[in-house]
């Protein structure tokens, strides 16, 4: 819904810093020093004056309207576009003025925006917009509001070239701009306090929660990856771009190799083997025993997260997100041991799927009793959401390795791991279902659990004699959980 275009007035937050920074000295505060280059086809391919007094609409005062806003900002439309580095790291950068009619999108914006993502793609350069707008420019009408159809598919074909896009939400970021280059970047920043929503605050229901138009609501909805700080947000972005850029990662052109797949981790637990059903079941529910987020610590020296399934939920019992290890990236969706939800569903097979359009091989973790199988579950679509994780997996453009760490509880589980390069650790189990409930479904006495969770071959090393894993990792030397000798032990490694 398009936002009127008010004059800009900065606001200082509460340290003092400027949220509604100038197209120009956001791209300053975020780029490496002097890398900045306009783009020239930005004016030069597009931009052709309109010769109708008042633009399309003949709105009246339209063209004394655009040359204040030029005067009072400098620039000639509501969006700069160039190329830049960060961190050294090249990239095609859209910053929008905010002080040009509220950053609002019309005719003018789409050439720019187009130009910008042609030149991605001619160069191969990852996009970076960072985003202050109040929607479509209500004076330019439908010629305005149709923008957002070219600037969708100037971004899609962006992304389908295996080219990132990560967005930025400065204040305020609302209607078009944020239902198209915001909401539809793959890895989507925002900062503290900023009105993010596709309705615009003079256009909401009176009787809203003021709070769901906050980048703070937007990320417990799902909807964006991070909330940083301002003082952060060059870090941020130059790790982000870094991980999506590194050797090893990036676009994979049709008809070349694929990378090669993630190691699996070194286990950080036991090494020895579990004697019995029962005792595998013991070790992986034991909650002393290491989780998603030390095998996270100890296998990358950094990461960045994704979060957020798009469609309104977070998991915090799924970890996703990109990290480095031995200078290349490496995807991750992890399970923290907590029944996984459909939100964690969805947003690991977001991350596969655009691993896999950026070609970066992807790592999973297994560790979970098995999906969330309550009424707010079934209503959320539990059995949609693991079915799409199970076709995200099936259809990986890259190699996919899973480790189970944990727990392994049935398809909840089963969805996340590679058909063909699943590996357990020797505190861990992998069943058809929890030995309690087969005990149940089979009318047993609960004093033969741990002799039905015998039957069930759940154990490691039955796993690998099954042909189901193709080995058990034991801990690597000089590991934060003690050390201990070789990397794996069963079949083969990758």
């Not at 209607?175 to 915001?182: D, K, P, V």
């Not at 042909?467 to 050390?483: L, N, S």
Request: include cysteine; proline fraction near 7%.
């Amino acid at each position: 819904m398009p936002e009127p275009t008010p004059e800009p007035t900065p606001e200082p937050t509460p340290d003092g810093t400027i949220r509604r920074l100038g197209a120009r000295a956001a791209i300053t505060a975020v780029a490496d020093q002097d890398s900045f280059r306009e783009l020239d086809a930005c004016d030069a391919e597009f931009e052709v004056a309109d010769s109708r007094p008042d633009g399309p609409l003949a709105w009246p005062g339209y063209t004394e309207a655009r040359a204040r806003a030029e005067e009072r900002t400098g620039e000639r439309e509501s969006v700069v576009c160039g190329t830049a580095t960060l961190g050294g790291t090249r990239a095609v950068v859209i910053s929008f003025e905010f002080g040009f009619m509220g950053g609002s999108l019309g005719e003018r914006t789409g050439d720019r925006l187009e130009a910008a993502h042609r030149h991605a793609r001619d160069h191969r350069l990852p996009v970076v917009s960072l985003i202050a707008t109040g929607g479509s420019r209500m004076q330019e009408g439908m010629r305005a509001l149709v923008q957002l159809q070219r600037v969708a598919k100037q971004s899609e074909l962006t992304g389908a070239a295996g080219l990132a896009r990560i967005a930025v939400l400065r204040d305020p970021t609302t209607g078009g701009g944020w239902a198209t280059l915001g909401a539809g970047a793959d890895l989507v920043l925002a900062l503290p306090g900023s009105q993010v929503g596709f309705a615009g605050s003079r256009v909401r229901p009176a009787d809203t929660d003021p709070a769901a138009y906050t980048a703070e609501g937007q990320l417990a909805a799902g909807a964006i990856d991070d909330v940083v700080r301002h003082e952060e947000l060059r870090e941020a972005l130059v790790l982000r771009l870094g991980l999506l850029s590194a050797p090893g990662g990036g676009h994979v052109p049709a008809g070349a190799s694929t990378p090669a797949a993630a190691e699996p981790p070194g286990a950080l637990g036991r090494s020895d083997l579990p004697a019995t059903g029962w005792e595998a079941v013991s070790r992986a529910r034991d909650p002393d025993r290491p989780r998603a987020t030390a095998y996270l610590d100890a296998y990358f020296a950094e990461r960045a997260p994704l979060r957020g399934d798009r469609c309104g939920g977070a998991d915090p019992g799924m970890l996703c997100g990109f990290g480095r290890r031995a200078g290349r990236t490496v995807a991750y969706a992890a399970q923290c041991g907590t029944a996984t939800t459909p939100a964690g569903y969805r947003t690991a097979a977001r991350l596969v799927r655009l691993a896999g359009r950026l070609g970066i091989p992807v790592l999973t973790l297994i560790d979970t009793p098995g999906a969330a199988n309550d009424a707010v579950a079934e209503r959320a679509g539990a059995g949609a959401a693991i079915a799409d994780l199970f076709a995200a997996v099936a259809a990986a453009q890259v190699p996919v390795t899973s480790l189970v760490i944990g727990e392994g509880g049935s398809g909840g589980a089963l969805a996340l791991a590679s058909p063909d390069n699943l590996w357990a650790t020797p505190d861990s189990y992998f069943s058809v279902i929890a030995p309690e409930l087969a005990t149940a479904i089979l009318k047993r006495g609960r004093e033969e659990t741990r002799t039905t969770a015998e039957q069930l071959r759940l154990r490691p090393q039955d796993l690998v004699e099954l042909g189901v894993a193709r080995g058990i990792v034991t801990a690597r030397t000089g590991g934060p959980y003690g050390p201990v000798t070789s990397r794996t032990r069963g079949l083969t490694g990758p």
